[in-house]
Every structure is written in C-alpha cells, then in structure tokens.
C-alpha cells in the first residue's frame, strides 16, 4: 500500500479520483476514436487522424495551460481543462448526428486540450509531496488510471447503441458527466499557489534541457509514449481485420489499460528501492517483449498478452520519466520544464498516432511492430550513459 504524510494524502487522493473520471474518458475514446473515424472518413487510411488531432491539441495546450498554471494556480488550469472536455461531449454528438468527420475532428480538439490539461495531475501530487514521497505521489494519482480504465470501456460496451442507429452517441451523452463530477473534485483540492518568487529572474529554458537527467527523462517519456501509442491506436482496427467483434477490441483495450495504470501502485516503491533507471529501463525491455508477442500470432490470447505487457512497459517507462524530470528541476523551472516536456512528448505522440493509421493501412501491422524496436534500443543507451554518468560523479549543468 502507498503510504504518505498526512498532511497531503487528501489532495493526492482527489487527485487519484480526478485521474480516475479522466482516464475513463481517454481510455474510451482510444476504444472508439478508429472505428468512428473508419466509418466517417472517406479515406480510410485516415481513421487514426482522430486520435493524431486529439495528441496535437494536446500538445498545443501544454504552453497555454503552463501559462494558466503560473499565473493563477493549478485550481483554474483544471477546472478550465473540465470546462473543454464539456464542449467536447457536445461536438461529439453533432458530429456522430450528421456523420460529418470534420465536425469529429474538431471535437478531438476540444478533448485532446482537456487531457493536456489533466496530464498536470500527476506534477500537481508531486508539488503537494515531500521529496522523498514524490515518486509514490505520482504513482498513486496514476493509479486513479486503473478505475478509468474498466469504466470506460465498460461504459463504451453499455452505451454505444443507446441511440442506435446513431452509434456511439449515448457514450459521449454519458461521459458528459464526467467533466462535472470532476470540477467538484478540483474544487475540493488544496492545491499551491502559482509559483510567483519575487525579485526572481526569468527562467531561460536552454540550461533546463540541457541536463542530462531532463534529456533522459524526456527521451524515455517520449519512447515509452510513441511506442504504446504506434501499437494501440490501429489495435481495434488490426483485430477488426482478423475478425474480431468491436467487444473484443473494446476488451483488449480494456487490459491494456487496466495494465497502463495498476502498476502504479507499486512503481513508486520499485522505484524507491531500484532506481529510477532501472525501472524505467525494465519498462522497455517489456515494450520490446510485447513487440515479439505481437509478431508471433494473431490470435485474441495474442492480442491480449502484447497488450498488457505494452501496458506494463508504458507504466514503468512514463512514471519512472515523470519522477526524473521533477527530479531535474526546481520549483521555480517547473512550468518551463514540465511545459517543454509535454509539448515534446505529446507532440511526438500526435505524429505517431497520424502515422500508426498509414503505415498500418500501406504496411501492415507486422512493420508497426518492428518500428518500436530501435527507439527502444536508443532509451536504454540513453539510460546507461547517465548511469554511468552518476556513478562517476559528474554533476549535471546548472
């Protein structure tokens, strides 16, 4: 069990909640988002640009929603992320209503800055954290994932013909409630203030990237994404080929998900009693397994076991970066640093979700499979020059 001071342990909790509600809504929509887009695009090579727009708007709102989280504070930066996806939920519905995937498209917008704006929770229960309980605080919120990854689904699988022959339509009606429920949680939060320092100089950015521990953590976040996201996004697609119903696509996703968060109950001490690098190290040797898995059958066991270790890797991969670059920071680098990061992570995880669809659709998914690897491989030389870079006792630029 993950125990922290008192003091804290409110705040990380609702935070775990508001992760929760967010992740049914993400882990949902990755069920849906190719198959609505299959069926409402003309190109069918296509169907994945859905989830390529929702990434890019998720890395569009890292600078905006840094600058909200500067100036007036975490509280209104989620509580206007809550705000977009609402506006969300209702393009959806037009968009599924008049079959326009333009219309669709712009509904990723809205909710791709709603999930930028909520992937802060995990720095959020870092600031509340001591420095030695942060790596279980960011766990802990992560772990809400695992709530939200059986509830969406379930509710994709409840919900998806309410309105029949308007598929999906009661789903997106359904996870309306989702962005009010999670409004009176951030209400409830006490969370610090913006982080005004007074007579301080501005922050260059440049000296923060320049670190090696900040280069590490953002290179095995953005491996540990790109290489999940390469293989889930087409997954529902790739199993539609091999003839299987969207329930079994929706269950899959179902694993994979409950595999991307539960973990998180236990990464934080892994990576108190391991390392950091270690764990996130053991994160891409799993992605890499899952690769084998994947390439070796097309059957549903096939399927699941790939995804769940997909799942796994991801976990250690992206919890063990989040912990490094909080690490490898300042309080007063934070919104420069955790901004810089998002923008490049998510903006890398767009151009994969983009090019998962085409390369499926030219390719197949045998090659997807095969791309993971050398990005894999170049996270964990990157991980062992800055292991071997601490045990020689370099320091990291100032």
């Known amino acids: 069990m993950i125990r922290l001071p008192r003091e804290p342990k409110r705040t990380v909790w609702l935070l775990f909640l508001a992760q929760a509600l967010n992740q049914s809504a993400m882990t949902g929509q990755v069920a849906m988002a190719a198959l609505i887009g299959h069926s409402l695009a003309a190109d069918k090579s296509l169907a994945t640009l859905p989830m390529a727009v929702q990434m890019l708007a998720t890395m569009s709102v890292s600078i905006p929603g840094a600058v909200i989280f500067g100036r007036l504070g975490r509280h209104a930066g989620f509580l206007a992320g809550a705000a977009?996806?609402?506006?969300?939920?209702?393009?959806?519905?037009?968009?599924?209503?008049?079959?326009?995937?333009?219309?669709?498209?712009?509904?990723?917008?809205?909710?791709?800055?709603?999930?930028?704006?909520?992937?802060?929770?995990?720095?959020?229960?870092?600031?509340?954290?001591q420095a030695e309980y942060r790596p279980k605080a960011i766990s802990l919120v992560m772990a809400g994932g695992v709530i939200g990854a059986v509830l969406g689904p379930a509710v994709v699988k409840l919900t998806k013909d309410a309105f029949a022959p308007v598929l999906f339509a009661g789903t997106y009606l359904a996870f309306a409630a989702i962005p009010i429920m999670t409004a009176l949680l951030v209400s409830a939060m006490r969370l610090p203030p913006a982080p005004h320092v007074a007579g301080a100089a501005p922050v260059p950015l440049g000296p923060i990237l320049r670190r090696p521990g900040v280069i590490v953590a953002i290179l095995c976040a953005v491996v540990g994404w790109d290489s999940m996201n390469l293989l889930m996004a087409v997954t529902p697609l790739?199993?539609?080929?091999?003839?299987f119903t969207v329930g079994d696509s929706a269950t899959i996703i179902q694993w994979h998900a409950v595999a991307m968060f539960a973990p998180s109950f236990v990464t934080g001490h892994l990576i108190a009693r391991f390392g950091v690098l270690r764990v996130i190290g053991a994160g891409a040797l799993l992605t890499g397994i899952c690769a084998g898995v994947a390439l070796s059958g097309s059957s549903f066991a096939h399927f699941w076991v790939a995804l769940v270790l997909l799942g796994i890797g991801w976990n250690f991969m992206f919890v063990g970066a989040t912990a490094l670059l909080t690490a490898s920071h300042t309080p007063t680098e934070r919104t420069k640093a955790q901004a810089a990061n998002d923008v490049i992570v998510f903006g890398s995880v767009a151009m994969t979700s983009l090019a998962s669809g085409a390369i499926h659709?030219?390719?197949?998914?045998?090659v997807l499979n095969y791309a993971v690897l050398p990005a894999l491989a170049l996270a964990l030389v990157a991980l062992a020059w800055l292991a071997r870079r601490r045990a020689a006792g370099l320091p990291q630029p100032a």
Do not use: D
């Open 361 to 366: 659709h030219l390719f197949g998914w045998a």
């Open 238 to 243: 790739e199993m539609m080929l091999c003839g």
């Open 84 to 129: 977009a996806f609402l506006v969300a939920t209702g393009v959806f519905l037009a968009a599924l209503w008049f079959g326009s995937f333009p219309l669709y498209l712009l509904g990723c917008v809205f909710s791709g800055a709603a999930f930028g704006i909520a992937m802060y929770y995990r720095f959020a229960a870092a600031e509340v954290a």
